[in-house]
């Protein structure tokens, strides 16, 4: 048992301790919890005061960007479906609809085709954000129409956190314009555009600023058993190879293209010299062989000393940029897929909203179901493993 396991089973442990000493304020139906809280409300009002034109114009906007979104997602659907070769082929062969799921301890590699796994963490944390971001939104237009707001909360199955609310007084919301619905039913996914656009910025920022202070100074590697690297006990860092310096893996590649099989070679590490003779690679006898695996880049820092980076500080940057990247898929996507067309989620009531206005109500509400049971059966239809085509 890893230790991304034990950390993942030591915070349902935490979370099911307190769900049970709060059991008195949670409602409990078939493995779902749901806990309301109604403090701090008065924070959403002061965020929204004098700020109520600016948001006015910001949440149309919202409408629009959503919108066009919205369209977005009905195309990948109804492309990802039929017509997979219109799409880039990386896309058309893992498929663009899967469902996210949480991963511990390699589970993802046993999820099937139509399921993304993501480690625990990443997941719950981006979760998090991306929840916040989405009903905070609700709450702050609601808010802007003077609908009172009569709770937020979270939902969890069993002790792991599923999703959250805010719960509006939706009597209140029925009697708005149709714009100012379209506002509130927009806000959350907007929310999560934003959000996606917040990261961009913070991956853009972070690769600059990494390129700032560090840059690549060689390979970092383990040796394979009984091969020349192992038994001239080759270790440290690889910095250069012959007369040819090396900094990234596209240096060692262009470096061993040069030697040939029982070559004598020189390699230089941070450990010392090292004189190896080559030996045939295992797959293909006319190419060199060292001996070395789990290769990856090694950087030294580029302001006021040129030692270089620890692998723990290499591994933290790398864990914060996957987060982000994470995060920023996961953003875009809860936000395009709450857009479509489908009740209960947010683009079924935009979507029925904008058609009774367009037409009588009992029409609108018939076009909204007809086109939930459209995009539902998309949706099936990317997940099975069939592709109807």
């Given at each position: 048992m890893n230790l991304e396991i034990l950390s993942m089973l030591l915070f349902f442990?935490?979370?099911?301790?307190?769900?049970?000493?709060?059991?008195?304020?949670?409602?409990?139906?078939?493995g779902i919890i749901i806990r309301k809280w109604s403090k701090g409300k008065y924070l959403i009002d002061k965020i929204i005061?004098?700020?109520?034109?600016?948001?006015?114009?910001?949440?149309?906007?919202?409408?629009?960007?959503?919108?066009?979104?919205?369209?977005?997602?009905?195309?990948?659907?109804?492309?990802?479906?039929?017509?997979?070769?219109?799409?880039p082929q990386e896309i058309a062969i893992k498929g663009c609809f899967?469902?996210?799921?949480p991963s511990a301890g390699g589970a993802e590699k046993y999820y099937p085709e139509q399921v993304l796994g993501i480690p625990f963490w990443y997941w719950l944390i981006s979760i998090f954000i991306i929840i916040f971001f989405h009903e905070s939104m609700h709450a702050i237009f609601a808010r802007l129409e003077k609908v009172p707001v009569k709770s937020y909360g979270l939902i969890f199955l069993l002790a792991l956190p599923i999703g959250?609310?805010?719960?509006?007084?939706?009597?209140?919301?029925?009697?708005?314009?149709?714009?100012?619905k379209l506002r509130i039913y927009a806000a959350g996914s907007f929310g999560n555009f934003i959000l996606a656009l917040i990261v961009i910025g913070i991956i853009i920022g972070t690769n600059y600023t990494i390129a700032q202070i560090l840059e690549p100074g060689g390979i970092n590697f383990d040796t394979?058993?009984?091969?020349?690297?192992?038994?001239?006990?080759?270790?440290?860092?690889?910095?250069?190879?012959?007369?040819?310096?090396?900094?990234?893996?596209?240096?060692?590649?262009?470096?061993?293209?040069?030697?040939?099989?029982?070559?004598?070679v020189k390699i230089y590490t941070t450990s010392g010299t090292y004189e190896i003779k080559t030996s045939s690679h295992p797959l293909n006898s006319s190419r060199p062989y060292i001996g070395i695996t789990n290769i990856s880049?090694?950087?030294?820092?580029?302001?006021?000393?040129?030692?270089?980076?620890?692998?723990?500080?290499?591994?933290?940057?790398?864990?914060?940029?996957?987060?982000?990247q994470i995060l920023f898929i996961l953003s875009l996507g809860v936000g395009v897929a709450n857009m479509l067309p489908l009740k209960p989620f947010d683009g079924g009531l935009f979507f029925e909203e904008i058609f009774i206005n367009f037409f009588e109500t009992e029409i609108g509400k018939k076009l909204?179901?007809?086109?939930?049971?459209?995009v539902f059966t998309l949706i099936l239809i990317n997940l099975i493993p069939i592709k109807l085509i």
């Open positions: 442990s935490i979370v099911g301790i307190l769900l049970f000493r709060d059991r008195k304020n949670i409602k409990f139906t078939y005061k004098n700020r109520e034109k600016f948001l006015s114009y910001f949440g149309t906007f919202g409408v629009v960007v959503s919108l066009i979104f919205s369209f977005i997602g009905m195309y990948y659907l109804i492309t990802c479906a039929f017509f997979p070769q219109w799409l899967k469902l996210v799921l959250a609310f805010v719960d509006p007084d939706n009597n209140k919301i029925k009697k708005l314009s149709m714009i100012k394979v058993y009984n091969t020349p690297a192992y038994n001239a006990s080759l270790s440290g860092i690889i910095y250069q190879i012959n007369n040819n310096s090396i900094k990234s893996i596209k240096d060692l590649e262009n470096a061993m293209t040069k030697i040939n099989p029982g070559e004598n880049v090694a950087y030294k820092y580029k302001l006021f000393s040129k030692d270089y980076a620890s692998k723990n500080l290499i591994n933290l940057i790398v864990h914060w940029q996957v987060f982000l909204i179901n007809i086109l939930s049971f459209i």
